[in-house]
Nanobody, 127 residues
Framework: QVQLVESGGGTLQPGGSLRLSCSAS????????IGWFRQAPGKEREGVSC????????YYSESVKGRFTASRDNARNTVYLEMNSLKPEDTAVYSC????????????????????WGQGTQVTVSS
């Protein structure tokens, strides 16, 4: 069974850091671009990051650029999103997804291009 599972979410104060993990089972993440998306209450889902496989390309939205870093450990079949200097506006459910048609990230991840999705993990930033 193909499955993506996110972990690492939590509640923390502004300025803190978290590392989200996205682990795959039933298939390998090799060769695929992996996107990170988030959805805050009452807002549309947005793509915040993407990491490619073939060329190591990455993308970050303006709202997270310089604070978030995506990486991948192909041996562990896992992708990570390191989040630093977190702000209350980063509060959302974060999901990872795999794009089986693309191995690089030329730009912002487009939701309908991603085939496999995790269930999401909640990140709450509040003082």
């Amino acid at each position: 069974q193909v499955q993506l599972v996110e972990s690492g979410g939590g509640t923390l104060q502004p300025g803190g850091s978290l590392r989200l993990s996205c682990s795959a089972s039933g298939f390998t993440l090799d060769y695929y671009a992996i996107g990170w998306f988030r959805q805050a209450p009452g807002k549309e889902r947005e793509g915040v990051s993407c990491i490619g496989y073939s060329d190591g390309s990455t993308y970050y939205s303006e709202s997270v650029k310089g604070r978030f870093t995506a990486s991948r450990d192909n041996a562990r079949n896992t992708v990570y999103l390191e989040m630093n200097s977190l702000k209350p506006e980063d509060t959302a459910v974060y999901s990872c997804a795999a794009n089986t048609l693309r191995s690089s990230c030329p730009g912002a991840p487009v939701i309908y291009e991603y085939d496999y999705w995790g269930q999401g993990t909640q990140v709450t930033v509040s003082s």
